[in-house]
DNA sequence: TTACCTGCAAACAGTTTGCAGGCCG
DNA sequence: CGGCCTGCAAACTGTTTGCAGGTAA
């Protein structure tokens, strides 16, 4: 982890930037952190800390870790941005479920190749790519039987 | 085309809503587009065709086509919300441009099947998914060779 | 000292909502 | 006629920007 602070401020201070105690704060709290954030709720972790930092440096210093590549930021619902590691990790697609919003993530060499093949056959040279699966997770797709059933009826009535 | 506007049609009348001139106009400037627009720009169209219409009215007829099945939401830049056609052909992947912007529709069935089977490794019921793959069209890569060269020296300079 | 950094408030873009009047059926 | 529909303006959300004062080096 400190690994990871070190790596933010050798990117900071090689940009000619300062490395001030709310960018350290905001970068430490994004590296603890377990979920993909997004900015307003990394903002919320980081008042914690310390209330005197504004939003406006959170976004500011998110868009720093996203220049120094230690940071990404990805799609998932179609509100806002949520920000995700961009170090020491693979790639990794997302299974997403939309009842619970528990997110799953995975890996899939298989799939990756394909993606490649996909791209070369259209000329593309790929930076990068999204894939969100989205559906129900076990334990809501169990929960939901009994909506599923009601839909059924409601289909047998009408036609 | 038409076809589709009765489809909506009928849609609207089962929901025991209005057939008015406005959802008429909207639903038939969105069938007859061939891009992903958003509802911005299908505002713009609209306005062409009758200039009364406001953009509160295409925000809601989207958001009934959407209801109805007929259209449906993508997420390819990370700004607004592009609405895509959801009748009459198969699912879609998206190649997109981040130079020129061009977007290529796709199907994979391999892939496609790899991600069933994905899912299904972790209990999930798909309903839908998103793969946008992102990168460089072969025009642009061409155009940007220089562009990466000069990278090149920079990194050979610095280290 | 000098340029960068910060928090605040204001601006902004995309979208939604409240409302008074209008139209469909 | 009654409830749905519309356009307008205003509200709202997430994000960015201008600015005056503060801070790192």
Same mark, same amino acid.
């Given at each position: 982890?400190?690994?990871?602070?070190? #790596?933010?401020?050798?990117?900071?201070?090689?940009?000619?930037?300062?490395?001030?105690?709310?960018?350290?704060?905001?970068?430490?709290?994004?590296?603890?952190?377990?979920? @993909?954030?997004?900015?307003?709720?990394?903002?919320? $972790? $980081?008042?914690?800390?310390?209330?005197?930092?504004?939003?406006? #440096? $959170?976004?500011?210093?998110?868009?720093?870790? *996203?220049?120094? +590549?230690?940071?990404?930021?990805?799609?998932? +619902?179609? #509100?806002?941005?949520?920000?995700?590691?961009?170090?020491?990790?693979?790639? @990794?697609? &997302?299974?997403?479920?939309?009842? *619970?919003?528990?997110?799953?993530?995975?890996?899939?060499?298989?799939?990756?190749?394909?993606?490649?093949?996909?791209?070369?056959? &259209? +000329?593309?040279?790929?930076? #990068? @790519?999204?894939?969100?699966?989205?559906?129900? *997770?076990?334990? *809501?797709?169990?929960?939901?039987?009994?909506?599923?059933?009601?839909?059924?009826?409601?289909?047998?009535?009408?036609?």
């Amino acid at each position: 982890m400190d690994k990871f602070l070190q #790596t933010f401020a050798r990117y900071v201070l090689d940009k000619k930037l300062n490395i001030t105690a709310q960018r350290l704060t905001i970068a430490e709290s994004f590296f603890k952190s377990e979920k @993909h954030l997004t900015a307003e709720e990394l903002y919320l $972790v $980081v008042k914690n800390f310390d209330p005197s930092i504004g939003q406006t #440096t $959170v976004y500011r210093t998110l868009k720093l870790l *996203c220049d120094s +590549g230690l940071a990404r930021e990805i799609q998932l +619902g179609n #509100t806002s941005i949520n920000y995700e590691k961009n170090y020491d990790t693979e790639h @990794h697609d &997302h299974l997403i479920c939309e009842s *619970c919003g528990k997110i799953i993530e995975v890996t899939d060499q298989s799939i990756e190749f394909l993606q490649n093949k996909l791209a070369e056959k &259209h +000329g593309f040279t790929l930076t #990068t @790519h999204v894939l969100n699966l989205y559906g129900l *997770c076990k334990e *809501c797709h169990e929960n939901r039987e009994h909506l599923l059933n009601n839909k059924k009826k409601y289909f047998l009535k009408k036609y």
